[in-house]
């Protein structure tokens, strides 16, 4: 009987033990959904907008600015060459302000299509992998680009407040990362700003 006893006992624990495991679960689950959710509408709001921005692709430094319209993503790089990129859905234009050439594109031909999805497709990270430490979080997607080459990018935000500081692409054995400052939010562009047109026919 005592023998009896015990086992329902423990038979018990356990059952309280696998429900308490349930619970903690399924809150974190909650969590990350409420954090992630949280993310995708503080990227799919980053509409006139502007930040600095440091690429390092393991090999050089070039520094630039990026800015977010509506609907489209301009990038200027300042240094080490002046160029200019306007991404649109499916058209860009591409600008070397040293050479004086203009090139239109598919972006999704390209490896500058990650930039657009990342500030204009408001989709693009919804099946993406959530990590909090500390103040710090981390979307991370898994896919495969326009030739089938597999990528990661990586999006870090401080968590509070809830602010992009960084994004990491890899596509196979390329590493691409961006270091992201000076955020400016409200801004005003001028109409023609984010145009596909040659800059040079603007002045």
Not at 6 to 17: A, V
Not at 175 to 186: F, G
Request: proline residues 2%; aromatic residues 16%.
């Amino acid at each position: 009987m005592r023998v009896r006893d015990m086992f329902l006992k423990n038979d018990k624990c356990l059952f309280y033990f696998f429900l308490v495991i349930i619970f903690l679960l399924s809150n974190t689950s909650r969590s990350n959904t409420d954090d992630k959710n949280k993310i995708l509408n503080y990227l799919s709001n980053l509409k006139y907008f502007s930040a600095s921005f440091i690429q390092n692709d393991g090999e050089s430094l070039s520094e630039g600015k990026v800015y977010i319209g509506e609907k489209r993503v301009r990038a200027e790089y300042i240094s080490p060459t002046k160029i200019l990129i306007i991404l649109d859905e499916d058209k860009a234009m591409y600008y070397d302000y040293e050479l004086e050439e203009d090139e239109f594109f598919n972006p999704k031909n390209t490896n500058a299509w990650f930039l657009y999805d990342i500030f204009r497709n408001p989709i693009f990270f919804e099946d993406s992998k959530i990590k909090i430490k500390n103040n710090e979080i981390v979307l991370e997607k898994n896919g495969f680009n326009f030739d089938d080459k597999g990528f990661i990018i990586k999006a870090y935000f401080e968590n509070s407040p809830l602010v992009l500081r960084g994004i990491e692409v890899i596509i196979e054995k390329d590493a691409l990362k961006l270091s992201i400052y000076n955020h400016a939010y409200n801004q005003e562009f001028d109409k023609n700003f984010f145009k596909l047109i040659n800059p040079s026919f603007l002045n």
